[in-house]
């Protein structure tokens, strides 16, 4: 079998290099994203979105089954559903979007989900073809409950092996499954206690301390989020030793010679016997296990047959009973040995693998856009075990049974077109199937006619600098490709790749624009259809410069400084001027000490701060220049011996020993005006290369007056000597004679050489040009040579002025031998040694390959794919850069950011694989890679969905501690923003807290919707700190930590209490009623007391025990009257109101208590309650706060 798998790739790459062959003769159009064009231009449908094969959903919501597809006209859309039209208009619970095919199935008004289960395949069509999704597999999730069952406690013997069944509930999708106990805390799980990959829960031997919990199975099924937990089972261990908790966890080292448990061989408890088989397919992950009994417990250890194990895909897991290799390939099939032993022996298990592979592309097909009477081809390559079948279909059906078409013939796995004509646009689909399943790809071709057009805006202005590039760009389309030609003032343009460069996409380039190239040039677009014109303005301007730059000064504190910047520039380009002190901007101002004019900078007054490097910079809109000096504050003496001042500029320049490169220049000091003259500076100026303007030459301290100067050839010098103290430079001496330097040939390389491409298709070589004085002659020229490396071929050489020289039409990154040297009328300068360059960069040709993930965790997941071949980056291999977001979080309903970010692998272009870090646990995200150079990325590879595991999860979004009284704390929480996972509790561990001393910590688990919790305190003064974390299947997440206060801190108690009820006591609006309330009871008080020393009774009902008058009825407003009419009389012996005149009565005022219970206070006052007995037994019959109401208080002393 191995020996054919390279027969089948030589004969892959043989049909590949054949059908590459024939494509590079297929050129197809490339239509530009220009909404113009799209906006009219006749496509045929593209499916841009559909959902998955095996499309799953939730029986709680809606159906929506995705189609969506973009075409001009706008694609109609119907469905078929198990191979038959699908009606979705008859149907009052399905309806279609508008503008596209995506269904949805409501059952607000009834119906049941599963019967809409089934195969149903969406089909976009307009008038010039139909695209097909793929066969969209419907099936409604199925999360059963347990069934009812009662277990009875498992008797077995300490020592024995035992299986406790799960058998979940078969979901859709099947249900993930772990164990619990009903304290809902995880079973500990070890080399002896492990859950299989069934779910059943393996005991290789039970010991004793296996009866301390029960065991449930809870079966979590992800689609809709649901937990479902089995009835628990119980074990009694039978046991020959007696059972103590407290010895056995001293000798937890060796728990079977303490128990007296007898030493048994390994047997499997699964798999059974001594070998089986397993199937895997390619890409997706292979799981073998092997559980054992035995005492003591057995290790298990893997093998594969004539091989080893593949390292970097191999994960041991369940203490090395679970061996899974993640995206297998063919080269994994073999046969995996289990080893189990113990000191008692060892048995073995074989199982024989065999690796099968669904169809996956090689090369998939892609839309084509051809211009009449063009050629082109769809190729349509997949791979897979056993090998797919290729069916071609057009429009959606069998190309067999479609029309005859003579510009059409299907080879093999391609369909090549010939001449093309207007009118067989159409929509291919190539299907790729094996008994593994199927690839669906939709390709379009359309044949497309246009006459040209412009994309670019009208009547462009470009302005450029003198003696720079000028690019003049006229973006179009057609089709067929137009003919393009260039017109300046009317005559037309020949491109010689000397001047003028005539680009590919249409772009003239005019290499060096003088001021002659001033002008209006015309672009012309022609093809069969029609013709395009546009005009372009060009104007060339000046450059700018700074023709005298700011000079370094050394000034006395308290001075003024002065720095200068003339600048020359076109006077068409308006100029910023702006000025810096150490790279930071100078503001100018009514305020600010420094003053600008149009030529220079004054600081007056200046000190220590003010010392730094101040730069002039000039600015257009086209171009820039700047210069830069260092002023230097000078600590001038706070009482000078004698005034100081710059020194006096030196005299009598005179020139004596002339030579061919040197000549001595002497000269006369000026009066240093007390101030010692530190250094004289030597300046030149020559007259052929830039007249007027003074150099520097070379500086020398200040107890010299004649030096000899070295000099260059072919100069026409003069000099002049300026004198600098501590104050500042003196004026400039006058200029000494001129003397003339012979000429020799060049003595300098030219530096700075390098080849690079600013296309495709050219290499671009520049240097740094040679100073005035490095000319050494008339007629400089710089003479370059190039070719291309190991190829032994001849130098190109060419003679150029200018300090740049493009290679045109290279081919795409090629290395080049480069090298230089300087000529001029006196001879050959010396060579410069070999640099290497390189011809620009293409967009990659290729993406990389089988992107997949494996050992996926719950933040991080390792990445492999198939690295590209070199020489398809078309360039220098930057990095492999990976794009990546987070799709949706697995926890229904939590919205997330779709933000996308970028990780890349930089180490070399032979790299397979990474590591993604920082990701968010549980859940979904989608990556794609490229490959990229250093100006272009590639093609995207596929795009990988994958899923990250349950992590912990973060902290609980908020944790509230609130003490409500003395006696109890009420700690409140929500659920963590990221919950990281299905949560399955909380853990709430507290401890008491003294100072320093903590007590020992008490933990409580609740349940994932409890969010509150009341702890009941022993005294007012205990306090807690409190540690609450949330928790999923992984583990507990990070704690949210508080602590309770101190009960004297009313702030806290006050403002807690605050969170969840209103003091009505602090409420403005009752605190004022109370003080109403008093007040009136106060004047009532005072009032009785005075009637009562003036020997007046208070008025009351003849008799206390009087009932009702028939005639007492509600009000109108619903409240009670409790007075007969006769009660508006005044009774006998009452008075009629507070103010009104008392009448005397015998009755004693212990005939008006209640009962007995009439007393007199200290000062003789009654304190009975005068009310009638109806009011008493009502408000004792309504507990309401009516009874203590100031309301009643009023009433019982009326």
Known sequence: MRAMQPQRQWAVLTVLSIILLLWEEAAAIEVPPDPKIQQDLKQPPTIVKQSAKEYIVDPRDNIIIECEAKGNPVPTFSWRRNGKFFNAEKDPRVSMRKRSGTLEISFRSGGKPED????????????????????????????????????????????????????????????????????????????????????????????????????SCNARFLFTHTIQQKNPFTLKVLTKEPYNNTLSSLNDTDPYVVRNIPETTPTFLSPSGTSSSKMALRGEELLLECIAAGVPTPGIKWFKKGG????????????????????????????????????????????????????????????????????????????????????????????????????????????????????????????????HGYLLANAFVSVLDMAPRLLGPRNQLIKVIEQSRAMLDCPFFGSPVPEVRWFKNGLGIAPDNVKYRLHNNGTLEIKHARSEDHGTYTFVANNILGQAEEQIRLEVKEPTRIVRAPEHLSVNRGNTAHFDCKIKHDPTLPIIVTWLKNDKPLHFGWMSKFKKDENSLSIPNVNSDDEGTYMCMVKTELDQDFASARLTVLESSSKPSAFTDRPDPPEDLELSDPAA?????????????????????????????????????????????????????????????????????????????????????????????????????????????????QRNGPELRYVVSWRRKDSQEEWNNISTTSSKHVVSDTETYVPYEIKIHAVNDFGRGPESSMVIGYSGEDRPSAAPAELRVTKADSTKVNLHWVSVDPTSIHGEFKEYRLYYWREASLVKGLRINKEKKTKVFSSDVSQNTGVLTELIPYSKYKMYMVVANNKFEGPHSNIVEFQTKEGVPGVPKFFRIVQRNTDTIHLEWDKPLEPNGILIGYTLQYRTVNGTEVGSPQVVSFFPNVTEYTIRLPDRFTRYKFYLSARTQVGSGESYTEESPHFANEDFITSAYSKDHVDIATQGWFIGLMCAIALLVLILLIVGFIKRSRGGKYPVRDKKDLPMDPVDQKDQDGSFDYHSDED??????????????????????????????????????????????????????????????????????A
Request: a negative charge; aromatic letters at 8%; glycine letters at 8%.
């Open 308 to 435: 080893d194990l593949p390292e970097k895909k191999v994960k041991f897991e369940s203490f090395n009973k679970t061996l899974r290799i993640v995206s297998v390939s063919e080269e994994d099939s073999g046969e995996y040995v289990c080893m189990a032993s113990n000191k008692i022996g060892s048995i073995r298990h074989t199982v024989s693998v065999q690796i099968k592979a669904a169809p996956y592309w090689l090369q998939k097909p892609t839309n084509l856009v051809l211009a009449p009477n063009e050629n082109g081809q769809l190729v349509c390559l997949a791979s897979g075990n056993p090998k797919p079948s290729i069916q071609w279909l057009i429009n959606g059906e069998p190309i067999e049974s479609s029309l005859p078409n003579l510009s059409r013939k299907v080879v093999d796995d391609a369909i090549i077109f010939n001449s093309v004509q207007i009118g067989s646009s159409a929509v291919y689909q190539c299907n790729a199937s094996n008994e």
């Open 661 to 773: 490169r040197s000549v001595r220049l002497t000269w006369v000091p000026g009066n240093d005006n007390n101030s010692p003259v530190r250094q004289f500076l030597v300046q030149y100026e020559e007259n052929r290369w830039r007249p007027g303007e003074w150099q520097n030459l070379s500086s020398y301290t200040g107890d010299q007056n004649s030096v000899n100067l070295l000099l260059s050839p072919f100069v026409n010098y003069q000099f002049r000597v300026i004198a600098i103290n501590s104050v500042g430079p003196s004026r400039p001496s006058g200029p000494s004679s001129r003397y003339q330097t012979s000429g020799a040939p060049p003595d300098v390389i030219p530096q700075g050489l390098k080849g690079w491409g600013t296309k495709k298709t050219n290499m671009e070589i520049t240097w740094q040009p040679l100073l005035d004085t």
């Open 1128 to 1197: 508006n009389k005044p009774l006998q012996g009452s008075q009629t109101s507070l103010e009104g005149n008392v009448k005397e009565s015998d009755d004693s005022l212990v005939d008006y208590g209640e009962g007995g219970n009439g007393q007199f206070n200290e000062d003789g006052s009654f304190i009975g309650q005068y009310t009638v007995k109806k009011d008493k037994e009502e408000t004792e019959g309504n507990e309401s706060s009516e009874a203590t109401s100031p309301v009643n208080a009023v009433y019982s002393l």
């Open 116 to 215: 809409y289960e089934g195969e149903y395949q969406c089909f976009a069509m307009n008038d010039f073809g139909i695209a097909i999704s793929n066969k969209i597999l419907l099936r409604v999730s199925k999360s059963p409950l347990w069934p009812k069952e009662v277990l009875e406690p498992l008797m077995v013997s300490e020592g024995s092996p035992l299986v406790l069944v799960c058998n979940p509930p078969p979901g859709l999708p099947p249900p993930t499954t772990f164990w619990m106990n009903s304290a809902m805390m995880p079973i500990i799980q070890d080399k002896r206690v492990s859950m299989g990959l069934n779910g059943d829960l393996y005991f290789s031997n039970v010991l004793a301390s296996d009866a301390n919990t029960d065991y």
